[in-house]
């Protein structure tokens, strides 16, 4: 085991610290040592996309980093997205059009959701298929995920 | 359908049931705040890493753990050795000799399928007892694998259990009708070989467990994702030989399932045992390798089918072998080779059926309960052997469906295994099925399209979802096998506040049994679903339950809410003695409306909140005779009889939803892969209680079913017992890319078995298995290319093409 070492960062808008081994994935940084367990862990090779956050405003497979590399990044996880008790229109939109069941997958499908429509705001049913690509959902079909971030563009053009 | 709400006595009207309310759950698990195993902290807490095996087949010759114990940071670990002291073998459901199987929650003296656990450590963190693992010397004498049912079957086959003296671990023979009369009289017989392929569940939430045992008062809490642990709880419990009241199981949020976690009770017990010898609790998450590795996969089944017709497509009989590859243990075995008991003529009504069942141990992962379990593979059986009959008679495969369905007059109707389908009108929701990717239109432009090269083929298949069990099937595995009906356990009280609380044994994940439920409940009680709240998750000790509690095989909306109707109404017909009581009036002139209780036609009204006063801190004013509190217990039994074991006949499910899925898929000849270009269902689930709810089931399960025909499958090397598809980048798990839009309409067909005509929905039976396959066979039909196999990735598809235009060369 590797000697330990401090990381520094800001998660959702609040600047966190704690200890990380080399070898410490950010997602397990995120969820056993800032206590975030929104972000989940599905498979740990970079397919299934359940650990997606936002990194210096980029979309990122929270297992495919390692918590070194997170020092002084600017995150946002799905714990930062509702503001005030208000409900960001993403997560309004998947509610609405029942774009979750079991709810596993759903904070990476919200993250990826948001990165796609901060850099489109109105992807085509094509670009939004494009732009989940990453993220495995083995409840939905996907038909209502992609029902749900159709509505969440309209949402967020308002 | 809409008279006869709730029961007779307790006419209510229908406001909430039926409508498309947004979950309850949800506002938890899009913010994040979702509670899963993986996110429960104890302190003092352990975290554990299992150690597996490399071998398909070995014996163990030698475990060492001392270089791992000296580890910092590792607290305990656990060997065969360990897990003999503290279990008894799990006991087996098969008649002898195969009730000798031996089976543990690690492997002992031998492993027989590679990823079987062989030593499990516990260690401050996850990292650590990942190092202490590898550190875990094993030595194996490797043995012969044995990767093939019917290889399995060969005398100098090696044995997967020596106990057994056997690879064959069930064998019967199922005769319904006059099967010879039916192949004397035939016109034609078609003689088929059919294989269905190991695919699985694969939820993105893996396995999970904490266990944690206390000392103090002997008991072991498990909290776990295990979605049906009331049947794990009597395993545990005999195996253990541990009372059950030390045992206390808990589900929080569950992150998905589809029959793959009610096998999880080996690692509860493994990690129990770890947390019993450390002292303190311990927490782990088994990684996506691990859980492709270990098993959970579906029933693996080569058919030799032999179907009985008449020229003009009408099916006499068929006659069936049926070789079930179950993987390395039975666990849930071989229960999923006998399911087709459920369904067996399928959707059709030929009478004259038998079936020659066996279930066959190999060195692959052990199966579990997947998703249309058991049913699955003998409806696509019966689909493949109906298109077939039709290409060979020179008829269309769609009209010889029409022809041999159950016509919606014979509902109810009894299927020759003595299932009963209870409701369901098949030829129009086929029909409704082809009308949504305009059928006709795709036919004309078919020969067209052939002739440019292009190879575009139509497919059509519908499959019931036959849901609510009867466990007395299982007794025709064994006839002493002490299981029988269906039964499920909801609690209701009312508190003092006037709120209403319910508590199901049940553990959804996905299914939205809270929302539900506050559905039913609040046509009950005249409130709105935010006024009544169902207790999340299970737990042993809080919610009632029974030995067939939990999540699983389509129905919910039949126990589940059958216990919570019965429940409801207790709870109502107490409150309403109480408010007759204090509004002197006579408890069949009241209503229940906006969280009060009035004499009809009146303002005359009490608030719930002043009868529980008087139930809960008022007693001396309660009526004469009333017991005080508001809070009632009801237990559901399913209206089933015990099989007859002579016949073999039993009426295996209560009810039975369908769906009927159209496509038009294209293949590419240069590549052999499918495009699909529509997607069509019709689902009948009888009375939907949540729209959303139904329509994400289906999507869901026809994902499943497209994945499982054209992506998704567990391959094996057959020399060395290696799972090659051992991560997410080989076990193709498909992506919003590859699934395409799916169009879904509904019919309601009322069951006339349940009190709100609902039926169970949910596993869908995988219906593209049937339809991809038809439509693939379809496209493919100038080259003659017949399809055998439930999997037809790009390779096999470019293979048969290629070999039928050499034949035709």
């Known amino acids: 085991m590797a000697e330990k070492r401090r990381i520094k960062l800001t998660v959702n808008g609040v600047e966190m610290e704690g200890e990380a081994e080399p070898r410490t994935l950010l997602v397990h940084f995120i969820r056993d040592t800032l206590g975030l367990t929104g972000t989940h ?32 990044a600017d995150i946002l996880t799905i714990e930062g997205l509702a503001k005030d008790g208000k409900l960001h229109p993403i997560q309004e939109a998947f509610w609405e059009n029942h ?29 939004i298929r494009r732009g989940l690509e990453g993220n495995y959902c083995r409840c939905t079909g996907y038909v209502n995920i992609i029902k749900s971030v159709k509505a969440a563009a309209e949402k967020m053009s308002k | 359908m809409t008279e006869a709400l709730l029961s007779k006595e307790i006419p209510v009207p229908r406001k909430w049931v039926g409508t498309p309310i947004k979950a309850k759950e949800f506002p938890r698990l899009i913010t994040g705040q979702g509670r899963y195993v993986d996110d429960i902290k104890i302190p003092n807490m352990l975290y554990a890493a299992l150690l597996r095996s490399p071998y398909a087949h070995a014996k163990i ?35 002898p000799p195969a009730d000798k199987l031996l089976d543990y929650c690690i492997a002992v003296d031998k492993v027989r399928f590679a990823g079987e ?19 875990i010397e094993v030595e194996y004498e490797p043995l012969p694998p044995v990767m093939d049912a019917e290889e399995a079957l060969k005398p100098d086959a090696p044995l997967v259990h020596e106990e057994v003296g056997t690879n064959l671990v069930w064998h019967e023979v199922f005769d319904y009708g006059d099967v010879d009369k039916a192949f004397a009289e035939a016109d034609k017989v078609i003689s088929l070989k059919l294989h269905h392929h190991r695919y699985g569940g694969a939820p993105t939430e893996t396995h999970a467990v904490v266990a944690d045992y206390d000392k103090g008062t002997g008991v072991l809490t498990i909290y776990c994702n295990n979605q049906m642990p009331m049947f794990c709880m009597a395993l545990i419990g005999l195996s253990f030989n541990m009372p059950t009241d030390k045992i206390r199981i808990i589900t929080p949020d569950i992150g998905g399932g589809f029959g793959s976690k009610i096998l999880s009770y080996t690692y509860m017990m493994l990690i129990s045992i770890l947390a019993m010898k450390a002292g303190r609790p311990v927490k782990w ?10 098993g959970t996969h579906c029933n693996e089944a080569t058919f030799y089918v032999e179907a009985a017709v008449k020229k003009d497509g009408t099916i006499l009989g068929i006659k069936a072998k049926t070789l079930h590859d179950v993987g390395a243990y039975l666990r849930y075995e071989p229960v999923g080779a006998l399911l087709w008991i459920q369904v067996s003529s399928g959707p059709y009504r030929f009478k004259n059926l038998r079936m020659d069942v066996n279930a066959i141990v190999t060195n692959k992962g052990p199966v579990a309960p997947i998703r249309g379990y058991g049913r699955i593979q003998h409806l696509w059986m019966l689909e493949r052997t109906v298109e077939q009959v039709a290409r ?25 295994s003595g299932a009963t389908y209870d409701s369901g009108d098949y030829p129009t929701a086929l029909k409704k099925a082809l009308q949504m990717i305009n059928y006709d239109e795709w036919r004309r432009k078919q020969p067209e399209l052939w002739r440019q090269g292009r190879f575009v083929g139509i497919g059509a298949a519908l499959f019931q979802d036959s849901g609510t069990n009867n466990f007395a099937q299982v007794r025709l595995i064994y006839k002493n096998n002490p299981f029988s009906g269906n039964s499920r356990m909801a609690e209701m009280w009312m508190d003092e506040f006037g709120r209403i609380i319910v508590a199901v044994g049940s553990n959804p994940h996905g299914q939205c049994h809270e929302t539900v439920v506050s559905q039913v409940v609040a046509d009950v009680f005249g409130v709105t679903p935010d006024d009544v709240f169902v207790v999340p998750g299970f737990d042993s000790w809080v919610h009632g339950w029974t030995g067939h509690s939990g999540s699983y095989a389509s129905q919910f909306a039949v126990s589940g809410i059958g216990a919570v109707l019965g429940a409801a109404k207790r709870l109502r017909e107490k409150i309403a003695t109480i408010a007759a009581h204090m509004l002197k009036a006579k408890p069949e002139d009241l209503e229940f409306k906006e969280g009060k209780v009035c004499v009809k036609g009146t303002d005359r009204c009490v608030a719930f909140w002043q009868v529980a006063n008087l139930a809960y801190r008022n007693n001396l004013e309660l009526p004469e005779g ?33 769906q009927a899925h159209a496509c038009v898929v294209e293949v590419d000849p240069e590549t052999g892969k499918v495009k699909i270009l529509d997607y069509a269902v019709v689902d009948d689930c009888g009375v939907p209680i949540n729209p959303h709810i139904v329509e994400g089931q289906v999507h869901g399960s026809t994902m499943n079913g497209i994945a499982a025909a054209l992506f998704e499958e567990y391959v094996y090397s057959k020399d060395t017992g290696q799972l090659l598809a051992s991560t997410f980048m080989d076990y193709l798990f498909p992506t919003a890319l590859e699934i395409p839009d799916i169009k879904v309409d509904h019919m309601i067909s009322p069951s006339p078995f349940t009190e709100l005509g609902t039926k169970g929905v949910g596993e869908g039976s995988l219906v593209p298995l049937g339809s991809i396959a038809g439509a693939i066979e379809d496209a493919l ?27 035709r060369k």
Not at chain 1, 102 to 122: D, H, W
Not at chain 2, 123 to 134: H, L, N, Q, S, Y
Not at chain 2, 285 to 294: I, Q
Not at chain 2, 637 to 647: G, I, N, Q, R, S
């Open chain 2, 626 to 658: 009333v017991e005080p509190g508001l809070r009632v217990i009801y237990t559901w039994k399913a209206p089933f009889k015990l099989p007859d074991l002579e016949k073999k006949t039993v009426n295996a499910t209560l009810t039975y939803s369908y």
């Open chain 2, 285 to 294: 998450m088994e990684d996506r390798r691990e859980n492709l590795a270990s």
């Open chain 1, 99 to 127: 774009g979750l069941q079991c709810g596993y997958c759903t904070p990476g499908q919200i993250m990826s959701a948001y990165f796609l429509l901060s850099r489109n705001p109105k992807p085509t049913e094509e670009e």
């Open chain 2, 61 to 95: 010759k030698r475990i060492d753990t001392s270089k791992a114990e000296k580890l910092p940071g590792v607290v305990a670990i656990v060997t065969q050795e360990d897990v003999l002291k503290y279990c008894k073998p799990y006991p087996q459901i098969v008649p």
């Open chain 2, 781 to 807: 039909s100038p080259l003659g290319v017949v399809i055998t196999d439930s999997h037809n990735p790009p390779e096999r598809i470019y293979r048969m093409i290629k070999e039928a235009q050499k034949k």
């Open chain 2, 392 to 416: 060979q008679l020179g008829l269309d495969p769609i009209e010889v469906k029409l022809k041999n369905y159950v016509r919606p007059e014979e509902m109810p109707y009894v299927s020759p």
């Open chain 1, 41 to 72: 862990i599905g498979c740990d090779t970079g397919h299934c996309g359940c650990c997606t956050i936002i990194m210096n405003g980029v979309s990122v497979k929270s297992c495919m980093v390692l918590a070194y590399q997170a020092e002084g």
């Open chain 2, 117 to 135: 656990p062989v030593a499990a450590v516990a260690a401050t963190e996850r990292a650590i007892a990942e190092d202490a693992c590898e550190l």
